[in-house]
């Protein structure tokens, strides 16, 4: 906490420093608009001279602000390989689309274009950058930083939603790569839990609710399913880290209203969930158990194989959410975590739904 108060103090010193150095800067009224010749001219042209200055000042000092920033949408312009290294999307055209569509739900300010804006939100779910950093790239206050992260992570979460889609049975037969349709002819999805470390909480119940065992940290968890193709299909809130895979997948998510009889659904070991599975007719394929016994049969040996080897997709499209989008890498503050006073949604399930709609604008997620 001191690290990060210093932190905080030396880039208000800096700051400070700045805006002297600026006005230093400026062009001084005298400089602009001579005593002299103002004394010389009526009362109207006097108050239009005054307003030039006024006028000029504000120019130069926008024009010294600018030079301060470090970063804009501008270094990224036509430029693919800049625009996936800093934003995760393939390409500029892909950026300026989503720009357009989710733009219209985001009220301006005077501080930066709304490109900036999107560019600086996509920064730190790309790279995990810090509020602080953002600040001094961009050349704005941390408050300002933050207020436009909130506003467009509600916009973008909003807009984009509808790219995390479960598709029909028929859509997902189409789709499915043939080594699956001949194994798995009716698989639907392929389910797995994933976990995001969070600070440690100050309260004794949201600090137990929190901590996993299997990670050893305070962690927020989800459930992902992907689609037969490799695209996120479904994306469930996020619960402590406490809560296990059984109890998560039936009772918390949601994940079963999207059951349709007939479905087929792979999923680990730690899945036992084939009773709640089959009351909405689907079947659940897991790992094979020995049960006691002293080696698996044949049959269950090869069946376990096929299963890791179609299983093994949702890890890589987990791991490349998280590589793609690093702020799911990182801890997360519990300021995150909150709902805002206004939505019932929490940060960090917007922040998740967006990370994943965006993979989802990959050409193809894993080959």
């Given at each position: 906490?001191?690290?990060?108060?210093?932190?905080?103090?030396?880039?208000?010193?800096?700051?400070?420093?700045?805006?002297e150095?600026?006005?230093?800067?400026?062009?001084?009224?005298?400089?602009?608009?001579?005593?002299?010749?103002?004394?010389?001219?009526?009362?109207?042209?006097?108050?239009?001279?005054?307003?030039?200055?006024?006028?000029r000042?504000?120019?130069?000092?926008?024009?010294?602000?600018?030079?301060?920033?470090?970063?804009?949408?501008?270094?990224?312009?036509?430029?693919?390989?800049?625009?996936?290294?800093?934003?995760?999307?393939?390409?500029?055209?892909v950026?300026?689309?989503?720009?357009?569509?989710?733009?219209?739900?985001?009220?301006?300010?005077?501080?930066?274009?709304?490109?900036?804006?999107?560019?600086?939100?996509?920064?730190?779910?790309?790279?995990?950058?810090?509020?602080?950093?953002?600040?001094?790239?961009?050349?704005?206050?941390?408050?300002?930083?933050s207020?436009?992260?909130d506003?467009?992570?509600?916009?973008?979460?909003?807009?984009?939603?509808?790219?995390?889609?479960?598709?029909?049975?028929?859509?997902?037969?189409?789709?499915?790569?043939?080594?699956?349709?001949?194994?798995?002819?009716?698989?639907?999805?392929?389910?797995?839990?994933?976990?995001?470390?969070?600070?440690?909480?100050?309260?004794?119940?949201?600090?137990s609710?929190?901590?996993?065992?299997?990670?050893?940290?305070?962690?927020?968890?989800?459930?992902?399913a992907?689609?037969?193709?490799?695209?996120?299909?479904?994306?469930?809130?996020?619960?402590?880290?406490?809560?296990?895979?059984?109890?998560?997948?039936?009772?918390?998510?949601?994940?079963?209203?999207?059951?349709?009889?007939?479905?087929?659904?792979l999923?680990?070991?730690?899945?036992?969930?084939?009773?709640?599975?089959?009351?909405?007719?689907?079947?659940?394929?897991?790992?094979?158990?020995t049960?006691?016994?002293?080696?698996?049969?044949?049959?269950?040996?090869?069946?376990?194989?096929?299963?890791?080897?179609?299983?093994?997709?949702?890890?890589?499209?987990?791991?490349?959410?998280?590589?793609?989008?690093?702020?799911?890498?990182?801890?997360l503050?519990?300021?995150?975590?909150?709902?805002?006073?206004?939505?019932?949604?929490a940060n960090?399930?917007?922040?998740?739904?967006?990370?994943?709609?965006?993979?989802?604008?990959?050409?193809?997620?894993?080959?």
């Amino acid at each position: 906490m001191e690290d990060e108060n210093e932190e905080v103090s030396l880039l208000q010193d800096i700051s400070a420093a700045e805006d002297e150095r600026m006005e230093a800067l400026l062009p001084q009224d005298k400089d602009i608009c001579p005593t002299d010749d103002l004394s010389n001219n009526s009362t109207t042209e006097s108050k239009e001279h005054k307003e030039l200055v006024t006028m000029r000042l504000k120019v130069a000092k926008l024009e010294l602000r600018l030079k301060k920033v470090t970063f804009s949408v501008e270094l990224l312009k036509d430029n693919d390989k800049l625009v996936l290294l800093y934003t995760g999307l393939p390409s500029w055209p892909v950026f300026m689309h989503t720009f357009q569509f989710v733009s219209k739900f985001v009220t301006p300010s005077l501080v930066l274009s709304l490109e900036d804006e999107m560019l600086l939100t996509l920064l730190r779910l790309r790279l995990d950058l810090t509020l602080n950093d953002l600040a001094v790239r961009f050349a704005v206050s941390l408050p300002t930083v933050s207020r436009i992260f909130d506003k467009w992570i509600d916009a973008l979460y909003a807009c984009l939603q509808f790219l995390i889609k479960w598709p029909s049975g028929e859509i997902c037969t189409q789709n499915m790569p043939p080594f699956i349709k001949e194994l798995y002819p009716a698989r639907r999805c392929i389910i797995d839990c994933t976990e995001i470390f969070i600070e440690k909480p100050s309260g004794y119940v949201t600090r137990s609710k929190t901590f996993s065992n299997y990670k050893k940290h305070n962690t927020a968890k989800l459930l992902i399913a992907i689609t037969p193709s490799r695209s996120i299909s479904f994306v469930s809130k996020c619960w402590g880290g406490k809560v296990s895979d059984k109890v998560l997948t039936p009772q918390e998510s949601g994940f079963l209203s999207l059951l349709e009889r007939g479905d087929v659904v792979l999923a680990d070991r730690g899945f036992t969930i084939s009773d709640d599975v089959g009351l909405v007719g689907a079947k659940l394929e897991i790992p094979a158990f020995t049960r006691g016994k002293g080696q698996l049969s044949q049959r269950d040996v090869e069946m376990t194989k096929n299963l890791s080897h179609v299983r093994v997709h949702v890890e890589r499209v987990i791991g490349l959410l998280k590589m793609k989008y690093k702020i799911l890498k990182g801890t997360l503050p519990i300021c995150i975590l909150k709902h805002k006073s206004d939505s019932n949604v929490a940060n960090i399930d917007k922040i998740v739904t967006v990370c994943a709609a965006l993979t989802n604008l990959s050409k193809c997620i894993i080959k």
